[in-house]
């Protein structure tokens, strides 16, 4: 049909899932406590892979409402499901492995700015275990985190893979974590949505190419990517819209009043090519980004340094 | 139909234009150079300005096709257009005339930065000329320039005009001009056109709420608005889009698919009340709205502080 | 002797009283818990306003030496005192007050950005309370909270005095809060103190112009100044240093060295007019200023709207 | 004596030369225009080296009184002139080069985020080129220009050095150049001077921790360092204000007054040790480094995609 862009697995899952159990992803869904969802996506087969476009792999999507609210105790809530969940992509004796963080994306566009937000509030410790050594410091359960914000193409003129390739093979990092905004289908989705995977993530995109994967087959370790939709591609929305029209009309008994084949046609002429440099984001975009930066860092930094670790 | 927002005075007239020739509005086209366009379009009476839905006034309209490319001598081509345009709106002898400039918006979210990056560029001379005196310096044609980014609501609990009223109250400039960020019905013309008028501006609306109106009627003095469209709302799009849809139904032949009125309220249901929260904007807008700033402030500074009266 | 400058009154009172007890100046010491020093200064004489530089009233100073500490308990802590210490300068019955909170400062320039940073987190609810009405909302122990970030004057052409008065005028608060960035004379205050003052204040100065004061008696309203000392003037930092040397020199019993007339002579020149436009500040002035800007927007959150109040 | 710091090459040639001309270091002066003055500082030897506190190499230091006013045009005159003097270090068929352009330093301290700001104005073209090809384009004299910026230590817990290593190592660029803030010894000089070098750059010091430089020998092709000095260090500016008045008392004929060796000891111990983390800055700084900025990033762009080759 029209090619509707998601960067989130779980809306791949539904949107095929209507209509047959799909042969390969397997999915799961939990409630924490009031009103937190887990949804759990496994694509098992390359060919379940194709079928949803996205790598094989395992998803985790933390859905909660309240997400965006200002309440602070509940961000704290929300940071500590994130925390829990993330600890099961890592390795169980992690507590003292060097952890490269990465903030993806673009700071001057601003649902783009979570990635380099995220870094900001980041506890670094590489550079301060390296000069006074672990035994000195309460440093037992810390890792060694350091962090870095390397820009889009068109700041850099390199691919981001590229950064990544060389500052991991010169600093050696045990595990990657990138950190993105994303692109959700459906705009209820947008800033109340948290994806882990071990996929890792192309920049970016969501399309096609796999050329510039940040993912464990290019860096050689693993790579757990987070992401927070906060943008809605804009014809995807006027193609998602066009076919809840269609659905409607159906229901309505008018099924057929346009052929299925022409409609479709009608619409992607409808649809402009200018349509496809533009996004769909919230007016509140700015205090959004802001308070879920802070909800992503606080669970990275109750992961990888925890509280008992302090004493700088 | 269904609420179409723009707040481009040339866009109301297109869309209403199309069936008949509106009365009380008057539209004249100019070509200015090989491709900058200009419009103008005066709505002369308060029946055509209810229609219309924007008040009674003079709007002119420079639109460009290359309006955002790089080319620095192109925009310096752009910022004496603008800049001439705008003296039409000014009295002949405004030449040593109190300025005040307001850059509406909020610097957080990049499309709504722009009223802020104006302000940033701009050549500010009321305290230089208030200390130094016009005598001793070149100023013989150099105008008072002051400058505010007054914050919106959210930020500040006031409404822009309350800040205005007692800042004018206490300044007495002649003239106010406000800069702010627009939206546009039409995706082709994002980022393209500039739109100058003696009617004022609603800070973040387009719809309805005039007691907020920044505007000659509340603050006593002429007020100019410049505006540069950086986003379509998101309902406008999709409905837009299903407009052109029943449209070409029609042409096909199939006009009685779904009675008019019937569509209407389909169409109202699909567009969720979120979306209304919701804008749409060019994935390049960073870098847009740094170039558009700079268009504006050449052409600001061009206006009220001449080459020629510059010795600081 | 030299021109030192401090906008701190417990700088001030120090220096003057090595040699004899003020006439006209009460100074008070206080212990908060095991490091927080608290101190209450009163110049209460216009006689002693003069001989001190600063204005008649009264000024507390909260100095804690780790301040500056990434710890997000012990900062609380501070928000605390420094609230309880806020109230003393508010009438009693200030719960239902309308307060207007002024962000003094450039925020281009790291040290002098803690003005504009503290309303960035701010609870602003006037917008609230107009629309829905304290009733609706469980705001009854809450202040009407407006803030603004005026600008300093380069960026304006104005003097935020003017922008103040007619803010007032139009918005009609009953207090007013200024926020600034203050220079000590001490490096060793630097980022470590809090200083409330119900004097107001001179914006960018510390010496002279009072005919640009934010005080009662410009805008009509009672003025409350909060500052921290985040530079130290680079002639000051020299002078001093200047002098300390000359104390030790006398205490070597060298004291006829120099005429003490000739020597400071020798130094105004040394003092280059150069270093008239020069500040000293902390290389991690950066990171002092965003934790400090929490800091103070905590406490007066905790002042102004009480969690009690919160349901938005 | 007392530990001067500069990143300057003609300060410290200045300050040794008073007394003898310094074998292995060889300065030539030039004058370039009206008030551009051009120094060639040539340190030859390993003894020179390290009697200058400098490594071996060519520093060509351009000054001018001028170079922070807001005049464009004679901005556009000192990047003509810094480009011309760029040209002397690269190689003659530089024209086609692979050059990674590098801006060091925080982005959140105004004086330290020259280099950030540089790498903000660049062309960009090395995506392009590979994205496009050469000969699609009119890039014949066009270098493929990537840049970074890397961030400081405690943002990202790495060495910049380490961040380098890898991107050249991935990259492959024929050249480096890096851009940094610098620290001067007179604040006559801040804002006024740009300097290039070849022996690469330490990352916030000048003071001895060679392992972290950012050179030859640790990337492994030609690096160029230009820095434009910002800031004095605090302890510099009395420690130089302490020299000039022992001077000046022994000019007046009392040099016996303290034994040089009490002074110097004198002096150690009032510089306290919290001025060590203290630095000098101008309080136009946001200004100056905004303008430096662009004459830099003007600079680069015209030696390296020279406007004849902008088709884009």
Known sequence: MFEIRTDLAVETSEDKGKKEELSGIRVEKMQEGDDIVITRVCIETQKAAKSAGKPKGNYITIEAEQMVEEDTGYH???SKVFSQQLKGFLPKDYS???VLIVG???????PDALGPKVIDHLF???HLIKEYGKYLLEFDKCCSVSGIVPGVMAQ???ETVEIMKGVVEETKPDIVVVIDALAARS???LNR???ITDTGIVPGSGVGNYRNAINREHLGIPVIAIGIPTVVDAATIVADSFSSLMEQLNENGQEDVVEQQDFQEMIRDLISPKLNTMYVTSKDIDEAVNRLSYT???GLNMTFVPEESHIF
Chains 1, 2, 3, 4 share one sequence.
């Open 76 to 78: 704290r809530e929300i």
């Open 96 to 98: 003292n492995s060097k």
């Open 104 to 110: 993806l994306g673009n700071r001057e566009v601003t």
């Open 124 to 126: 670094i410790t590489r």
């Open 156 to 158: 850099t003129g390199m």
């Open 187 to 189: 705009i209820k989705r």
């Open 193 to 195: 949505t948290i994806q």
């Open 296 to 298: 992503i860092s606080e």
